[in-house]
């Protein structure tokens, strides 16, 4: 048979004990949530090519009455095209942090070396220079510039192999020359986020084409071959005979540098996505 069941309210002290145990357990849970806040997932990652000491070995085999030398003048520029943009930048010469949006090495004025997030208006994780409100609108360019010296590349610079990421489609390029020859021996490029970048690379130009043709513009011609991601096995092929002569393992950030002699047709090969860039010139030319 069914009994009733008999109840009894709870002793005051005994609710007020309950009551404290459960704020206790809201401000656990509050304290946690804002333990995990993040910042905005990056819609773009770029990693900077021509790493400064590759680069000047490049200027040096092509330049002629002048010689290039340190340091190599750096400029990278992001412009920007939406409001609310932000953009994180890590150095590579710490290290890169796993998170690029939610570092674990933040920039502070005694962390210089820290990535930088520009754009969230608090300008002691970092502002872009030139941009003291750390706010960044549609028609922002940030204009990255210093100079390199090869023998130090400790040094906490804006330079290559740096790794970039934005929340906003922004657009970067990279220009660099070197002391002696000055702009006269110059190159710029446009630099792809990494949803570009894929796994098979022919040269379209290579020192192989006769002198009639490209009256030797293609004398010189090298690779730039840099990874994003640890172990990544890329395979070249410099002179397009059909076999990989040269096999390398890159970690993140990684640059190996085919000093000359690539042949048009010239092939890279990886098993995970890289960027090539290709440096050419005439030897003995002095711009």
């Not at 929340?167 to 020359?177: E, F, I, L, M, Q």
């Amino acid at each position: 048979m069914f009994r009733p069941v008999r109840t009894t309210p709870q002793s005051p002290r005994r609710f007020t004990r309950h009551l404290i145990a459960s704020l206790g357990a809201m401000v656990l849970l509050l304290g946690s949530s804002l333990a995990f806040a993040v910042n905005p997932a990056p819609v773009q990652l770029f990693y900077m090519p021509f790493p400064e000491d590759q680069l000047l070995q490049g200027l040096q085999a092509i330049a002629g009455n002048t010689t290039p030398s340190d340091p190599i003048t750096t400029y990278i520029s992001i412009a920007a095209v939406a409001n609310g943009t932000i953009v994180y930048y890590d150095q590579w010469e710490n290290g890169y942090d796993t998170d690029i949006a939610n570092p674990t090495n933040v920039y502070s004025g005694g962390n210089p070396g820290g990535t930088q997030i520009w754009g969230d208006g608090n300008p002691a994780n970092g502002a872009p220079p030139g941009v003291p409100s750390d706010i960044i609108n549609p028609g922002t360019v940030i204009i990255l510039n210093n100079d390199i010296t090869t023998t130090n590349l400790s040094a906490i610079d804006f330079d290559g192999r740096d790794k970039i990421a934005a929340t906003k489609s922004v657009s970067v390029t990279h220009t660099a020359w070197a002391a002696g020859s000055g702009t006269l021996l110059a190159g710029s490029v446009e630099v792809f986020d990494t949803s570009f970048w894929g796994t098979d690379y022919r040269a379209p130009v290579g020192v192989n084409i006769p002198d009639a043709t490209d009256h030797q513009m293609f004398e010189y011609t090298s690779l730039f071959i840099l990874a994003p991601e640890n172990n990544t096995t890329v395979h070249i092929d410099k002179d397009a005979n059909g076999t990989f002569e040269t096999t390398v393992v890159l970690n993140e950030g990684e640059n190996y540098f085919v000093n000359g002699g690539v042949a048009t047709g010239g092939h890279v090969s990886s098993d995970k996505p890289v960027e090539v860039h290709i440096l050419t010139g005439d030897i003995a030319s002095n711009y």
